[in-house]
């Protein structure tokens, strides 16, 4: 795993020990040992993650922190807090202001890379899923709202009455609405689905097997679970072998019952930024794959989509039908109403189309004032039979304008084009190519529009 992480601290020999250990991991290190010099480098390259000690010699760590949070470029940049106090209230200072975790120094080497590993893993996976990583070209580099709902975190405990006290202990330091659950209730037991959270707690008490970590495997494992936080609450002091394990399965957090309320409560809050961020990126994703293969006026397929489709139909042995359609002057439509109107007549065709096709039929808006339909399992008799039809559908029931603008007579031409089914094997038979079923259903609707619009034509050279 490639990553690279900015080291902020104020005594040179800590930082070329930390230099040397993340050398040694293949990671990319670099150094800073004031806040200001931090700060200058945090906003002139890019990092996946610092390591922030909290005593500098100019500004403390906690006002870097804040700064970091209050910026819209690095307020999901992953930071772990690296201090030499043993102060409860120094930890949860850093973790009010935004740190991801703290360490006590020393630090154990194992532990720190296994939780180096586990910020980075997510960050990295769906970075590798924007255009060079870059989450910026998604929007997600904007500041989130000023206002987010209660999120859900699920207490999961083997006895009811653990689960039960530890939502009293967090109930008054938490937000979030806190759920209390059986490990059945989390991951659905076959009768009912599972209980859908954004964090899901897991106390590791007995009789809880092996401190929770089969359990957390098993929700991130599952569909219905898998996009969740998962954390760990550990009734003692785990080993920093075990922790590392845990941070290496998906852990987001390994707590411990020993800590105050208050501070899982923030740590549980650290997690569920973290979600939330995920989540943003994951909509975003999602958009933009659908925006790939769909019309934004229209919400029809667009032209990407179709002609992908249209080469996976061609593979398929049954007759495919195409039909090209045009809008007939539709330019006036523009020029006399506006292009706001244009559009609405647009989506109204497409709504119209939709309606006579069946559910394995594509269509798709081919660009401009033109729309692809592909019609599988249709010969030439059925497929001119519903182009026929989806004429008359335009035709014979004006659209009415936005704005009071009156209705108007849309009509389209069509030309159709078809291929009977796919060459048997081992026969001399060529089989027809997307582009060659696409330029005859072209020339049959240029001859439909030669022909007075309103009208379906169709291409039989090949019938000849």
Do not use: W
């Not at 031409?413 to 259903?441: H, K, W």
């Amino acid at each position: 795993m490639d990553g690279k992480i900015l080291i902020v601290d104020d005594v040179a020999t800590n930082r070329i020990l930390l230099k040397v250990r993340l050398h040694a991991a293949h990671y990319c290190p670099m150094q800073a040992a004031t806040g200001a010099e931090a700060l200058r480098l945090l906003r002139s390259e890019s990092f996946d993650l610092v390591l922030l000690d909290l005593i500098l010699p100019d500004l403390t760590g906690i006002d870097v922190l804040r700064r970091l949070r209050a910026d819209p470029a690095t307020a999901n940049l992953p930071v772990i807090v690296l201090t030499a106090t043993s102060r409860p209230e120094d930890r949860l200072a850093a973790l009010a202001a935004g740190a991801d975790d703290v360490f006590a120094k020393p630090t154990d080497t194992q532990l720190l890379l296994s939780r180096i590993r586990n910020l980075l893993r997510d960050r990295q996976k769906l970075s590798d899923l924007c255009d060079s990583g870059d989450t910026a070209l998604l929007g997600l580099s904007e500041a989130a709202a000023g206002f987010e709902s209660p999120g859900v975190i699920g207490l999961i405990a083997s006895r009811p009455e653990a689960a039960l006290h530890l939502r009293h202990a967090l109930q008054p330091h938490c937000s979030d609405r806190l759920l209390t659950l059986t490990p059945d209730q989390a991951i659905g037991d076959g009768m009912a689905p599972p209980v859908p959270a954004d964090i899901f707690l897991i106390d590791g008490a007995p009789p809880l097997a092996d401190g929770g970590r089969a359990l957390m495997s098993d929700l991130l494992s599952r569909t219905a679970t898998r996009q969740a936080g998962v954390c760990l609450l550990a009734q003692a002091a785990l080993p920093a072998r075990d922790a590392a394990m845990a941070f290496d399965l998906g852990a987001s957090d390994v707590l411990h019952a020993e800590h105050p309320p208050r501070e899982l409560a923030l740590r549980l809050r650290a997690a569920m930024r973290r979600k939330r961020y995920t989540d943003r990126l994951l909509l975003s994703l999602q958009d933009g794959l659908r925006h790939a293969v769909f019309d934004p006026v229209t919400g029809l397929h667009n032209r990407r989509y179709a002609l992908a489709r249209l080469q996976a139909l061609l593979r398929q042995p049954g007759p495919l039908a195409v039909i090209m359609a045009d809008l007939d002057m539709f330019k006036s439509v523009n020029d006399r109403f506006g292009h706001a109107a244009g559009d609405h007549v647009l989506t109204e065709v497409g709504r119209r189309l939709s309606a006579h096709l069946g559910q394995s039929d594509v269509l798709a808006r081919f660009g401009g004032e033109e729309f692809l339909i592909l019609l599988p399992e249709e010969d030439m008799t059925r497929a001119q039979a519903t182009a026929e039809t989806l004429c008359r559908a335009l035709a014979e029931t004006p659209i009415p304008l936005p704005g009071g603008q009156g209705a108007l007579t849309v009509t389209a031409s069509f030309g159709l084009a078809c291929r009977d089914a796919l060459p048997a094997p081992g026969t001399n038979s060529v089989a027809i190519s997307g582009e060659t079923l696409l330029a005859e259903a072209d020339c049959a609707l240029m001859q439909a529009k030669a022909q007075g619009r309103n009208t379906v034509r169709a291409d039989t050279r090949r019938r000849a």
